[in-house]
């Protein structure tokens, strides 16, 4: 995705249930989705819309935006077939396997667990072998599935104490997407972040560190500049961000991405560092917080 310029107006398609499609075919989102998406919606509006851009959804009429250049939260076919029905030109992006590949937790599981007993188990005995295990550093599992957003998709299990609904969650979601990620349930004490911009011929670069709010069950609340951080933690941050933009580029990915990181407290009382919970290959909520924008709307400048 190539980086606007100043005064570059623009159509965005903020598709915040970008995993939600990426994790199946003939995705339509449902109520209660446009409905928990609404308000975070407008929050990323505010951060990354310029004065002058439009915003497209399923009600924008026909040719509404048209010659503008159109962008979308993530890329997905749905969102570009929303921008062209609205008359704009979507800017270059990855093909939908590639984003598919990228944003799925086996992705980051592929670069090697950052939590102690964490595993991408792809079938469901592999899945039981792994949580009749006792977790080191948390006293119970948390199973995700391989695609969700805004903690969707996840559900603590007991070690050794899998019931017939949670060996039925697993067939499903390994059925539906291929595996599920096992972690640790830690107690998490500070959410941090680090947001970068990959162009197309390879090069990258990374924004500055963000904290992140979120509230009980995952969903985003705000994010902030991460002032008060010591140079190990930010050089343990941005190194992981660095590995990360070339895992992705060696996907043949490009554009926007950012890694979700986070303090936690041990069982015996020690703060560690997870530091890659999550890589979105795509915006996020916090990216313009990131990489500090000089004005409202669209990508940073070019690498």
Sequence with gaps: MAARTDGERTAWVLNLDAD???????????AAVRAAMAPRVEALAASLLGP??????????????AGLVGRAFCPTPRAVALLIRAGALPAPHPGVEVLREVNGRAFSASLGPT???AVFARDLDAALRALDASPSVAVQWRVKRAFGMAGRGQRPIAPGAA????RAFL?????AEGGVM???????????????????????????????????????LRSAPAEDVDLALRAALTSEGGRVARALIAAGYWGPFG????LYRDLAGAVRLQPRSEINARYSMGFAVGFDLPRRGGAPRPC
């Design 182 to 220: 096992i972690e640790p349930d830690v107690a998490i004490v500070r959410e941090l972040g680090v947001h970068g911009v990959v162009a197309e011929d390879g090069a990258y670069r990374l924004g500055r560190l963000v904290a992140q709010e979120c509230d009980a069950h995952g969903q985003w």
């Design 115 to 117: 939590l102690p007993g």
């Design 52 to 65: 002058e851009d439009v915003r497209i959804d399923d009600g924008a009429p026909p040719g509404s935006a």
């Design 259 to 262: 890694v979700d990181a986070f």
């Design 171 to 175: 067939r499903k979601a390994i059925a």
């Design 163 to 166: 019931r017939d609904a949670d």
């Design 20 to 30: 939600l499609e990426l994790a199946r075919h003939g995705y339509a989102p449902s």
